[in-house]
């Protein structure tokens, strides 16, 4: 199975600063990669698809790249509702599977 | 108004089973497949198995596969996910999660499920 390994673990951050995570894939997925924010007790929601897609409704300051084994997640100004985890997720590989998780945080 | 709305918080003995289910509005519930996925305390999203919401076909997780069963009632819109010989490793928040076009693009709320002697 693809595992996907995301950094930093934990990000601090302050409002209007911009945030860039990293997913890192195990082996190649070309575009297959989707993620997701999930605030506490809450689901997960689909934000960005096929590595660079925003979903309906998600603000132009989220944002994806990458293909293959690298992506990276950028939200370009924070607002204070972005601190939550963001999990990456592939589809390409039989089960899919999700990241670790990062967790951005007010610094 | 599109939403899945899943069942109550369980707590169930060590070796009982477990029924979770999951009901869909405000879209075709058999024109997409249905997923459930687990998030144990301090896990990571873990994928269980999924239902052709149409057509009734399933596939699981290696890892569940003896232990899990997806179902579904087309009249009543509901999917569900019954694991047995629960241990206190199964304690999570099960979610199920329809499969947009290629993604998870709805969850439900999800159910929290305590295995617990």
Redesign the interface.
């Known amino acids: 199975e693809v595992v996907l390994t995301q950094s930093p673990a934990t990000l601090s951050l302050s409002p209007g600063e911009r945030a860039a995570l990293s997913c890192r894939a195990s082996q190649g997925i070309s575009s297959?990669l989707?993620w997701?924010q999930q605030k506490t007790g809450?689901?997960?929601?689909?934000l960005i698809?096929?590595a660079s897609n925003r979903?309906?409704g998600i603000p132009a300051r989220f944002s994806g790249s990458g293909s293959g084994t690298d992506f990276t997640f950028t939200i370009s100004s924070l607002e204070p509702e972005d601190f939550a985890v963001y999990?990456c997720?592939q589809?390409i590989n039989w089960?899919?599977?999700?990241?670790?998780?990062t967790k951005l945080e007010i610094k | 108004q599109v939403q899945l709305v899943q069942s109550g918080a369980e707590v169930k003995k060590p070796g009982a089973s477990v029924k979770v289910s999951c009901k869909a509005s405000g879209y075709t519930f058999s024109g997409h497949a249905m997923h459930w996925v687990r998030q144990a305390p301090g896990q990571r999203l873990e994928w269980m198995g999924w239902i052709n919401a149409g057509y009734g076909n399933t596939r699981y997780s290696q890892k569940f596969q003896d232990r899990v069963t997806i179902t579904r009632d087309t009249s009543a819109s509901t999917a569900y996910m019954a694991l047995s010989s629960l241990t206190s490793d199964d304690t999570a928040v099960y979610y199920c999660a329809r499969l947009g076009t290629g993604y998870y693009d709805l969850w439900g709320q999800g159910t929290l499920v305590i295995v617990s002697s």
């Open positions: 297959n989707a997701f809450q689901a997960p929601r689909l698809y096929d979903a309906t999990y997720q589809r089960p899919p599977t999700f990241g670790q998780g």
